[in-house]
């Protein structure tokens, strides 16, 4: 089998050519049970630029803890944000998209008729993804913030329906994705659940509880709780809670993804933090920084999800990342397009990939 040297900068003008990334725009559209959110992009030397983006809580998964299918209320905010979406794609010239829905649309009844109004209305073709592709996306999104020396990282992600969890060993040459859970609760499905002004201690507990049953046999089956006692494990967290809570400890005059992003929490900071919220009424927490009206019903059931991981898993400390599904989905596009660029040239002139890279 031939080895594959770096590619040579010689050759780079000839590698960019119509059908790899240079030259095109990228959109990635993650739509969740409590976001719609889009990313448009060109490509960089290192990754990518981000040259327009929205993100909106259009709520599309509200009323389907007590019923099976979206409402018709739900659904108008979403194809308004879609609309939205689609001619900020248009405007850019996306040449190279997906657009992907998780838990709330893998739930409903009537997804695939949601969908066809989308497809009509928007020209979006969306597509569910399964659990596991929305944590593999996660961590494609967020792997280079787990730049610890720890050899395993535990990755989250909080959303609207469910929350994903990721477990990788990390070798620095190729990651491994060892293993993924789904938990069934997520921040709107459980302040429909539970209610949204308050919440019980006992009620905040019981959560906490059965969130740390759903998780025992994963913990059990990958060690993680022994690893992360022995400092094997680095911990990283890519949700709205996680972000909101970093931005108040941060004393954020208002939100700015830049000091968020590859930020720390400690354990006893996302203990206060956690707390604070809990003790304050709803109207109270719309006032606070980084909160407001858009996630003040929903920030008490993100943390007591949180509350129930760091509990489980003595890590320490949390890598906070604002970034995720959308990221991920930006760099397979772009890598995708690399690699029908070297398949292109090998067919035209039926080198391989020796004679491509050199020896």
Same mark, same amino acid.
């Given at each position: 089998?031939?080895?594959?040297?770096?590619?040579?900068?010689?050759?780079?003008?000839?590698?960019?050519?119509?059908?790899?990334?240079?030259?095109?725009?990228?959109?990635?559209?993650?739509?969740?049970?409590?976001?719609?959110?889009?990313?448009?992009?060109?490509?960089?030397?290192?990754?990518?630029?981000?040259?327009?983006?929205?993100?909106?809580?259009?709520?599309?998964?509200?009323?389907?803890?007590?019923?099976?299918?979206?409402?018709?209320?739900?659904?108008?905010?979403?194809?308004?944000?879609?609309?939205?979406?689609?001619?900020?794609?248009?405007?850019?010239?996306?040449?190279?998209?997906?657009?992907?829905?998780?838990?709330?649309?893998?739930?409903?009844?009537?997804?695939?008729?949601?969908?066809?109004?989308?497809?009509?209305?928007?020209?979006?073709?969306? %597509?569910?993804?399964?659990?596991?592709?929305?944590?593999? +996306?996660?961590? #494609? /999104?967020?792997?280079?913030? =787990?730049? &610890?020396? !720890?050899?395993?990282?535990?990755?989250?992600?909080?959303?609207?329906?469910?929350?994903?969890?990721?477990?990788?060993?990390?070798?620095?040459?190729?990651?491994?994705?060892?293993?993924?859970?789904?938990?069934?609760?997520?921040?709107?499905?459980?302040?429909?659940?539970?209610?949204?002004?308050?919440?019980?201690?006992?009620?905040?507990?019981?959560?906490?509880?059965?969130?740390?049953?759903?998780?025992?046999?994963?913990?059990?089956?990958?060690?993680?709780? %022994?690893?992360?006692?022995?400092?094997?494990?680095?911990? +990283?967290?890519? #949700? /709205?809670?996680?972000?909101? =809570?970093? &931005?108040? !400890?941060?004393?954020?005059?208002?939100?700015?993804?830049?000091?968020?992003?590859?930020?720390?929490?400690?354990?006893?900071?996302?203990?206060?933090?956690?707390?604070?919220?809990?003790?304050?009424?709803?109207?109270?927490?719309?006032?606070?920084?980084?909160?407001?009206?858009?996630?003040?019903?929903?920030?008490?059931?993100?943390?007591?999800?949180?509350?129930?991981?760091?509990?489980?898993?003595?890590?320490?400390?949390?890598?906070?990342?604002?970034?995720?599904?959308?990221?991920?989905?930006?760099?397979?596009?772009?890598?995708?397009?690399?690699?029908?660029?070297?398949?292109?040239?090998?067919?035209?002139?039926?080198?391989?990939?020796?004679?491509?890279?050199?020896?």
């Amino acid at each position: 089998m031939a080895r594959c040297a770096p590619m040579r900068k010689p050759r780079e003008a000839h590698l960019k050519s119509q059908y790899d990334r240079w030259g095109k725009t990228f959109a990635a559209l993650d739509l969740g049970t409590n976001n719609c959110r889009l990313l448009v992009a060109r490509p960089t030397q290192n990754g990518f630029h981000v040259i327009d983006s929205f993100s909106k809580p259009v709520r599309l998964g509200e009323g389907l803890e007590s019923g099976n299918d979206l409402n018709e209320r739900a659904i108008e905010r979403t194809l308004c944000a879609l609309e939205i979406c689609a001619k900020k794609m248009r405007r850019h010239g996306a040449s190279r998209f997906r657009s992907v829905a998780t838990e709330v649309c893998r739930r409903a009844k009537n997804a695939q008729k949601f969908f066809d109004d989308v497809l009509e209305r928007t020209g979006i073709n969306i %597509e569910v993804i399964t659990r596991r592709e929305e944590a593999r +996306l996660a961590v #494609s /999104g967020c792997r280079s913030l =787990l730049n &610890g020396p !720890e050899p395993f990282a535990v990755l989250f992600d909080i959303g609207g329906g469910s929350t994903q969890v990721a477990w990788l060993s990390l070798d620095g040459q190729k990651d491994l994705l060892s293993g993924t859970i789904s938990v069934p609760f997520g921040v709107v499905t459980l302040s429909e659940k539970y209610g949204s002004e308050s919440l019980h201690p006992k009620i905040y507990q019981q959560i906490i509880d059965k969130i740390g049953e759903q998780l025992a046999a994963f913990c059990a089956c990958h060690k993680i709780a %022994e690893r992360s006692v022995n400092g094997q494990v680095q911990m +990283l967290g890519t #949700s /709205g809670t996680v972000t909101t =809570l970093a &931005g108040i !400890e941060k004393k954020l005059k208002y939100y700015d993804r830049k000091q968020v992003d590859d930020s720390t929490l400690t354990f006893a900071a996302i203990r206060k933090l956690c707390n604070d919220p809990c003790r304050m009424d709803i109207r109270t927490r719309i006032k606070v920084t980084c909160i407001g009206k858009d996630t003040a019903d929903l920030v008490i059931a993100g943390c007591a999800v949180l509350e129930a991981m760091y509990r489980r898993w003595p890590v320490g400390k949390l890598r906070v990342a604002d970034r995720g599904i959308r990221e991920g989905i930006l760099r397979e596009l772009m890598a995708e397009a690399d690699r029908e660029v070297h398949c292109s040239l090998m067919d035209k002139t039926g080198n391989t990939q020796q004679d491509i890279y050199g020896a």
